[in-house]
């Protein structure tokens, strides 16, 4: 339940029906589990179906094995759902005169066009509505650039820049869009960005740790799945219809400086 101003609790999310997509690990799962735990009706998207199914035996969601780079094969009509969280992403950590273009166009569909689609076939019904909730999970890289990272960087501008555009012409109507940015979140993606790091750098995998992802944060720390998604759980709740147009850096002080 979502705490009111006086302590009490408010309304869950009852009645509303989100989709996840990249659903079976990391942040989209737990955003999933905790939208479900919130009393959603939650429509779980990955490629990966055994993770899928273990997801839905966990908490109930509904799941959709796709290939998110051709959503129109899965989703050709407008989307009767209440919140979208666009989640699914890939890295590839790379010197760019090295970049292969097929990941450049599978970055690019992926986690932009795919979510610019998503959107589209979901506001028609929100606006129906006159509510909803669009968000978009970002990463400190939608704001700041590190060396080897040129498609991801690109990605995420532009993930801001979309929502941006939405949070303007959907706030008449009831709808918010909005970013969250984290840095280091502790997910199966992150283990393979600290190997690839490692190569590329010549170093121990401890070091990669130490000297470059925590070196420009303030805490210390990784960032764990579920703080990601309480953050969706409140920009979900009755407290946050003026929220539009604003990403939120969870990103341990990386943006302070």
């Given amino acids: 339940m979502f705490p009111t101003m006086d302590g009490t609790e408010a309304t869950s999310l009852a009645g509303k029906t989100a989709l996840v997509t990249g659903a079976a690990s990391g942040i989209g799962r737990a955003c999933a589990v905790a939208l479900v735990a919130h009393g959603a009706r939650v429509i779980a998207v990955d490629r990966d179906e055994s993770a899928l199914q273990e997801l839905s035996a966990e908490c109930g969601a509904e799941i959709i ?11 050709p009509d407008d989307l009767e759902i209440d919140i ?10 790379s010197p760019l005169e090295q970049f292969p273009m097929e990941k450049v166009d599978l970055m690019f569909s992926l986690m932009l066009r795919t979510p610019l689609y998503l959107i589209k076939k979901s506001l028609p019904y929100m606006y129906k509505n006159r509510w909803g909730r669009v968000i978009g999970i970002s ?6 650039a590190s060396p080897y990272k040129s498609v991801y960087v690109t990605v995420k501008h532009g993930l801001e820049g979309l929502h941006k555009t939405v ?27 600290i190997v690839s790091q490692a190569t590329l750098n010549n170093i121990s995998e401890e070091r990669v740790l130490d000297e470059i992802m925590l070196a420009p944060v303030a805490i ?8 990601v998604a309480a953050m969706v759980l409140y920009l ?13 850096s969870i990103d341990n002080g990386w943006t302070a400086r």
């Fill in 65 to 75: 094995a796709a290939d998110l780079t051709t959503p129109e094969k899965f989703f």
């Fill in 84 to 93: 979208l969280v666009n989640n699914a992403g890939i890295q590839h950590v």
């Fill in 167 to 193: 949070s303007l012409e959907a706030g008449a109507y009831g709808v918010t869009a909005n970013t969250i940015a984290p840095a280091f979140v502790r997910t199966n993606l992150m283990e393979k960005q």
């Fill in 236 to 248: 979900c709740g009755p407290h946050s219809g003026s929220i539009t147009g604003s990403s939120f």
């Fill in 220 to 227: 210390k720390r990784l960032i764990e799945v579920e703080e």
């Fill in 139 to 144: 990463s400190v890289h939608g704001h700041v």
